[in-house]
T-cell receptor
Framework: GQNIDQPTEMTATEGAIVQINCTYQ??????LFWYQQHAGEAPTFLSY??LDGLEEKGRFSSFLSRSKGYSYLLLKELQMKDSASYLC??????????WGAGTKLIIKP | NAGVTQTPKFRVLKTGQSMTLLCAQD?????MYWYRQDPGMGLRLIHY???????AKGEVPDGYNVSRLKKQNFLLGLESAAPSQTSVYFC?????????????FGPGTRLLVL
């Protein structure tokens, strides 16, 4: 079956760095996405990786290793507004997105 | 440019009642999707459409029907609501599989079935 695993909840301190991991097993691979979802709101796109390596976009970076079925989202200089759930999703061979349950990130002052 | 909009935002139904959720997008996207989101679970695809007049089943289609009569609209119907359909429903749209398939989400509809 297809499976996306990510931690349920993480806590970090304002100004610090946090890494959110995602491992996946899917039928085929057409890219990995990270979305941010604030409580009670819609998911919004953060990043896309299809090749191995690190993609940097401001305070956020996303890494992919296809051979290991592994990705992480790195958030630097954490701000209170970064408190949200972070969703990992993989596009499978049918171009369907398979979603993880999300990681709730709590930022403390 | 409103993006993706959904109506209603919140609804309470009794078991056995029917309703239709409306999704509209103004980005001229070909692809549209209906997901449900439940606590502790990832988004699950109910139905999707790759263009006007076409629909296809997703991961959890039972109990739902859809129609895409116009490119900008995607309707999700519940013919006979059940408590197991209590969830948050998100509509999304995307440009198509020939490009990086970033999906744009609507604000969600919170449905409670009693």
């Amino acid at each position: 079956g297809q499976n996306i695993d990510q931690p349920t909840e993480m806590t970090a301190t304002e100004g610090a760095i946090v890494q959110i991991n995602c491992t996946y097993q899917t039928s085929g691979f057409n890219g990995l996405f990270w979305y941010q979802q604030h409580a009670g709101e819609a998911p919004t796109f953060l990043s896309y990786n299809v090749l191995d390596g690190l993609e940097e976009k401001g305070r956020f970076s996303s890494f992919l290793s296809r051979s290991k079925g592994y990705s992480y989202l790195l958030l630097k200089e954490l701000q209170m507004k970064d408190s949200a759930s972070y969703l990992c999703a993989v596009m499978d061979s049918n171009y369907q997105l398979i979603w993880g349950a999300g990681t709730k990130l709590i930022i403390k002052p | 440019n409103a993006g993706v909009t959904q109506t209603p935002k919140f609804r309470v139904l009794k078991t056995g009642q029917s309703m239709t959720l409306l999704c509209a997008q103004d980005m001229n996207h070909e692809y549209m999707y209906w997901y449900r989101q439940d606590p502790g679970m990832g988004l699950r695809l109910i139905h999707y459409s790759v263009g006007e007049g076409t629909t296809a089943k997703g991961e959890v289609p039972d109990g739902y029907n859809v129609s895409r009569l116009k490119k900008q609209n995607f309707l999700l119907g519940l013919e006979s609501a059940a408590p197991s359909q209590t969830s948050v429903y998100f509509c999304a749209s995307g440009s198509g599989r020939s490009q990086v398939e970033t999906q744009y989400f609507g604000p969600g509809t919170r449905l409670l079935v009693l």
